[in-house]
């Protein structure tokens, strides 16, 4: 991004490289504060009201926890994995074998297959 932005913290002009960008519906919208005063802003909101922050992440936690202790579970299963397993699989998969498939078979999700393959396609053209 170019141009430059005040922080109303800390009063100084920074580029907007060292504000937090995001986009949304209607383009790209930059954060008042930079990156630097924004982590203390949060860092001392912690700090004044720790219950309050216990209680959003015991909320999210909450919400979220299937998908938390499948990607745990997935990670897990992945790292038990040997190198020969990982080979055969993508052989299966040059043999026309669906990811799906491979992915059921070998206790994996779909995502992790797509990884072994873009690591096996990097290590045969190089990155």
């Known amino acids: 991004m170019d141009g430059r932005r005040t922080c109303p913290d800390c009063h100084r002009s920074k580029p907007l490289d060292e ?10 919208r930059v954060d008042t504060y930079c990156k630097e005063c924004r982590k203390m802003r949060v860092a001392q909101s912690q700090r004044r ?8 992440c015991r909320r999210y936690y909450a919400g979220h926890r299937d998908e938390i202790r499948a990607r745990r579970r997935e990670r897990y299963r992945s ?4 190198e020969w397993e ?3 699989a993508i052989a299966r ?14 206790g994996v999700n779909v995502r ?13 053209q190089g990155p």
């Open 49 to 56: 009201h720790p219950e309050a922050n216990r209680a959003a």
């Open 19 to 28: 504000f937090y960008a995001w986009r949304d519906g209607s383009g790209t």
């Open 112 to 124: 992790t297959v797509q990884r072994w393959l873009k690591a096996e396609r990097e290590t045969i």
């Open 79 to 82: 790292a038990k994995l040997s």
């Open 86 to 88: 990982v080979d055969e």
């Open 93 to 106: 998969l040059r043999g026309g074998a669906s990811r799906e498939y491979v992915a059921e078979e070998y």
